[in-house]
């Protein structure tokens, strides 16, 4: 080899060797908002540029070349903004809007000891406005989890079905307009409800278990760089109100994640605070949601920590929030925050003006007097609501078979109203505001029964939310006519389907000898034998008393149920006496229903009689969310504001129709 080979060949073998080390001593870089982010003209998102390296960090940003100025992030130093986590530094731009359409590019460079790095990403502004009269009122009705088979099989329960054609429809089911919408979100095909919902109301993707904000490595999950909600958007500009109703626990995924910024789902203090704290109470309207109605479970993180039931703990809450956000975002001091498990939340929401009941008999008297209140705060259950099924066994008198107590009562909350029952109270309130309103109806059992695989549990929920559903179409129809309402889902949950139908009789299957110790492949437990499929499942018929839903699912030739997505069960085609111990509840309670006999897993149940099903998700106690696409139907007195919705659209496009509608460019 001569020596100019032997030159060549070294430099070769050196010159990636160095470039590859000079690469990675360079920090690392990322820009928020993430790549292809869309916004409205004039909404609020924040910009950070953040990275992980040797400090001390500097930083740039320009937007299509034109320099930014950071409103935290000291430039040369470790600690920049003082919020990012150890080992990174980070640069913020709080409460950035953009009024330009168009597609923008976002540059920034990260330098730390070892390097400098540059990074790009685009973002599009949207002008939506037209010259059409736009919608006052949006509706979200959300019904979590709920996948095609969840809708069918509820009309199956509620109606049946004969010679081929269903014997009546649900009220989501005359919907003029139906979709498909995909569910995925910015770190997976498969989403939680956080980003699930968040989608809906904010037109960006965020990662699970993320809300309102998008990704970051921060000392505190509420200091996450912010994009802003409809509700604040439509609060701010258009002086909007916002209600949330659901059955499950306030602090939960769903209602948060149409006026909550934090990074972490479950950090029920900070969110419950933050409800209040940045409502804009005050109505000074240049920030805030507009909150006027709160109505669900989660009692439990309104109570003083030292109080029976209470969840409040400072782990789950934040310290004052950074002084550029509260700037940036226009927020009152008052809404900075404070670590205060101590807090009657309860009391403060009152002194706010909201009026505030904990059972459904309060809530019917209230609204029964000829002036609906102007704000309203209804906390009926310590965590979660109970499900439909329970709650009516304690209307009707009639206890669960198999159980010798109320499920409410051991919960403590034996007096709780339907979804229907609250969906129209908040109706009655947020029509008090003339400039209109934003508002979120979650069926939330109809995800948490499908987790838990109990069938009847999750179509029952079914039933209870289109009755809310029925509501809603009857305030856009007969009420106030420019109200655009979308029933949706976040995503599906379980792979829910309907398998087939009893062969036999309820009391046969009831008299089978127990077969949950048959696992052996080659031997066919009596209970899977118990599925008649195709011809055999006929057409079920289910008794419906005068409340709207079924007496029983325990009925001859029931329809039976499976689950693609499942965890381990033990299945018996029978309704379960009693519901799985509620993940959200307070520990001292969750202890009461154990001690109880309360099951804590899906698995827990019927261990003696029924047949053992190993779960395809693997390691999971319970059914998992799938990526299956879920239907969408639509309905305004404007037909073109419902069509918008018809065909497969992404679940960042729900936003932007429905922001469409209320700008009146649809």
Known sequence: MSWMQRCLFTLSVIAPLCAASLASAAP????????????????????????????????????DGVPQTFTSGAQ??????????????????????????????????????????????????????????????????????????????????????????PNGYLAMDYFPATGMVTTHSLNSIITDSAPGMACYSTGTHSQNSQEGVFPAHMVNAFYYPRTEYMAEYLHRTQGKALGLVTTADVEDATPAANAVHTGNRNAGTGVVDQYLDESDAADGGHSGTGLSVLLGGGRRWFLPSTQFGSSRAASTDYAPLPADLIAGWHLPSSAAGAADP???????????????????????SVMATKKAPDKLLGLFGYGNMNVALDKLAKRRNVLVPGTSTFAVDDYHAPDQPMLDEMTSAALKVLKRNREG?????????????????????????????????????????????????????????????????????????????????????????????????????????????????????DINGKILFGYGASGDR????????????DSLLSSNIAAELATAGYPGQPFNRSQTDGFFLRGQAVGQAQAVHTASDIPVSAYAARPAMAMQFVGVQRNTDVFVKLMRAVLGGY
């Open 437 to 553: 309103f934003v508002l979120m109806v979650e069926g939330a059992h109809i995800d948490k029964q499908s987790h838990a695989m109990d069938a009847e549990r999750a179509v029952d929920d079914t039933i209870e939310f289109d009755r809310a559903v029925a509501v809603v179409r009857d305030f856009a129809e007969n009420v106030d006519r420019k109200t655009i309402v979308v029933v949706l889902a976040d995503h599906e949950c379980s792979g829910f389907s309907i398998i087939g139908a009893l062969n036999g009789t309820v009391a046969n299957l009831q008299a089978l000898p127990p077969d949950g110790a048959v696992t052996a492949p080659g031997v066919v437990p009596a209970r899977q034998a118990a599925v008649g499929t195709y011809d055999i499942a006929g057409f079920p018929q289910y008794n419906i008393l005068a409340d709207g839903y079924p007496e029983t699912f």
């Open 76 to 165: 040369n130093t470790t600690t920049t903004d003082g919020v990012t986590s150890a080992g990174y530094g980070g640069f913020n731009l709080r409460g950035y809007s953009n009024h330009h359409a168009g597609v923008h590019t976002l540059t920034a460079t990260l330098t730390d000891a070892t390097g400098t790095s540059t990074s790009s990403t685009l973002f599009e502004v949207m002008d939506l406005s037209g010259d059409r009269v736009g919608a006052d009122n949006v509706i979200i009705m959300l019904g979590d989890g709920m996948g095609t088979a969840h809708r069918t099989a509820a009309r199956l329960v509620r109606y049946g079905a004969t010679g081929g054609d």
């Open 28 to 63: 690392t870089i990322s820009i928020t908002p993430p790549n292809n982010a869309r916004f409205l003209a004039g909404q609020r998102f924040d910009l950070r540029v953040e990275g992980k390296g040797v400090g001390p960090f500097s930083a740039t940003l320009t937007v």
């Open 570 to 581: 033990y299945e018996t085609w029978l309704t379960r006496p009693r519901p799985i111990i």
């Open 342 to 364: 101590a807090r009657d939340l309860i009391a403060d929401f009152q002194n706010a003006g909201f009026q505030y009941v904990d059972s459904a008999t309060s809530l019917s």
